[in-house]
């Protein structure tokens, strides 16, 4: 499984926090930048990483900005994205098990690299339960194929 990673200005620092986890647990990532602090419009880099995962390039996405908040209104618009702003581990467990989350956005100005890290680690061991709530996400996807 690669997973893409991607931040803003805001996220820039916990970006690379969170991509040395990644090196260090060897988990292939595709890091699709920023590469500075130079300030950057957040749909910019949220919109072309969530349309890498919903066309399948990438399993998974991580994508922080300097709330998260920006990135995951503009990542859910993409169809197929179930994004997830989570800055706490317990959230972090549920979307995946519950929403299937397929994208994880947080705040580089929220929070800290070592609750960050943690968060990643949850998020990218915890797996869908389906059932009950592979309804509750179907019933997602057909409102968006109805409303194309
Ligand atoms: C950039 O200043 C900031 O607005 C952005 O990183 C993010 O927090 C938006 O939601």
């Known amino acids: ?24 647990n ?12 130079e300030s950057v419009d957040y749909p910019d880099i949220a919109i072309p990483c969530a349309e890498s995962v919903a ?16 990135v995951c209104i503009a990542a859910n618009k993409v169809k197929g994205i179930r994004a997830a702003l989570c800055h706490d581990t317990f959230s972090a467990r549920m979307s995946r098990q519950h929403n299937n989350a397929n994208i994880l956005t947080m705040g580089g100005r929220v929070i800290g690299p070592s609750l ?5 680690d949850v998020w990218l061991n915890s797996e869908f339960e389906g059932d009950r709530h592979q309804r509750r996400v179907d019933k997602i996807a057909d409102y968006e194929n109805r409303n194309i």
């Open 1 to 24: 499984m690669t997973i893409a990673i991607t931040s803003d200005h805001g996220g820039y620092e916990l970006k690379k926090e969170i991509v040395k986890y990644l090196d260090k």
């Open 26 to 37: 060897n988990i292939r990532y595709k890091d699709l930048g920023v590469f500075s602090a």
């Open 55 to 70: 066309r399948g390039e990438f399993k998974k996405g991580i994508i922080i900005c300097g709330t998260g908040i920006g």
């Open 116 to 120: 960050a890290t943690e968060i990643v």
